[in-house]
């Protein structure tokens, strides 16, 4: 037995692993889970250390992550059976609230609802490719939006899934990346850039130029001189508030110009996607342990992508049967 002191505290932290085997934040400095941390990794993880089982030690579970995982749940449940919840809060521990994990996933429900995106993106692509015809000039960037949303959420499945430092600034850079080009493809279909006259293809060359120089400052930005989280949030923020501008004026003129419902419906989606958004200023601690706002707010955003393509669809029907596109 390799407990050397048997108090009652350090039975739990032994067991506790054995049954399941960077950022700042106030449950990091609880000198319980300081204590805890101390105890796990001395009895655990020595030059005997605990098995870890396979399928966790393929995400990169290792015994100071499996004692840091396990000390949170042991200092949270010790403080809610002591005290009701609301008078004794849970904490987050390094920026994160103190999830369940399941099959080695930190965070499974933001993983299920980011898959359920990816496929969403998947799904639109392939009605994207199948109904609108490659000669249609849009076609190519309907398409390119698909892909930033498959990157977005292949790297969001990947960082909820094992929270690295890699992982998290892959997860921002194609989230940012994937708001970004929204706005730069909303101006292109509203201010009709992608056809071939010399004007709107100058004006083209310059919005493109303008919107990768912009994405690459800010990613050099973060990486090279700050990683500013209040900076990103408030970037992304206001890229997006652009966005569903131009698109809410676009569906009022557009459902002015053809009197046709679908023509509103960039309106109502831009309109859903902030309502599902305000779930992140929520911010509660997870319901059983794995549901919190971040993952509803991930749930929130399936229904209006779907919704999106079908716009996108009946758009460039709509242009294809017009005078304004002829093949």
Known sequence: MRIRRASAWQVAVVLFVLIGAAHASLGDRLHEFRDCLQVCQEANCGDDPTPIPVHRQLLLWDCPAECDYTCQHIVTDARLARDPPYMQPVYQFHGKWPFY??????EPFSVLFSLLNYLAHSWGMAQIRDKIPPSYPLRKYYVAFGYTGLAS????????????NVTEKLDYFAAGAQVLYGMYMAVVRIFRLERKEPMRQSVLRVWTTTCVLLYTLHVAYLTLWKWD?????????????????????FSFTQYKKV????????????????LAMSLELLDFPPWWGMLDAHSLWHLGTVGPTIWWYNFLLKDAQEDLAGTRFKE
């Open 101 to 106: 994990r399941f099959l080695g996933m930190q």
């Open 229 to 249: 989280y209040t900076y990103n949030m408030a970037a992304n923020v206001a890229v997006g508030v652009v966005q569903n501008l131009l698109w809410g004026g």
């Open 153 to 164: 959420w292949m790297f969001s499945i990947i960082f909820h899934t094992r929270d690295f």
């Open 259 to 274: 009197g046709r419902p679908w023509a509103m419906w960039p309106g109502f989606i831009v309109t859903w996607i902030v």
